[in-house]
Nanobody, 122 residues
Framework: VQLQASGGGLVQAGDSLRLSCVAS????????VAWFRQAPGKEREFVGA????????YYADSVVGRFTISRDNTKNALYLQMNSVKSEDTAVYYC????????????????WGQGTLVTVSS
């Protein structure tokens, strides 16, 4: 199983950024997937999750109204549209798969990508 995240970079506060994650090696379309993030010196935290069909989603309170999670099962891809980014959004962002619906803890997901760094300058 491989989850390849990309799209990170250096942006200014208020900008937008789109992260992508491409999966291989398992049946992506049948899996709940999510984004997590980890800032320096902090624990990995939940950002948002989407169910296998892409119909249902849930988010961390800190990103509601700014971030949107989506997926394209024809491309085995997961996305995170980040709008109005803030300095506190600076972190390594990880995609996760094979998750239990409703989980907000990293131990609720079985597969992990390598992460992509997002740095927001203020």
């Amino acid at each position: 199983v491989q989850l390849q995240a990309s799209g990170g970079g250096l942006v200014q506060a208020g900008d937008s950024l789109r992260l992508s994650c491409v999966a291989s090696g398992y049946t992506f379309r049948s899996s709940n997937v999510a984004w997590f993030r980890q800032a320096p010196g902090k624990e990995r935290e939940f950002v948002g999750a989407i169910n296998s069909s892409g119909v249902r989603k849930y988010y961390a309170d800190s990103v509601v109204g700014r971030f949107t999670i989506s997926r394209d099962n024809t491309k085995n891809a997961l996305y995170l549209q980040m709008n109005s980014v803030k300095s506190e959004d600076t972190a390594v962002y990880y995609c996760a798969a094979n998750g239990r619906w409703g989980a907000r803890s990293p131990d609720g997901f079985g597969y992990w990508g390598q992460g992509t760094l997002v740095t927001v300058s203020s």
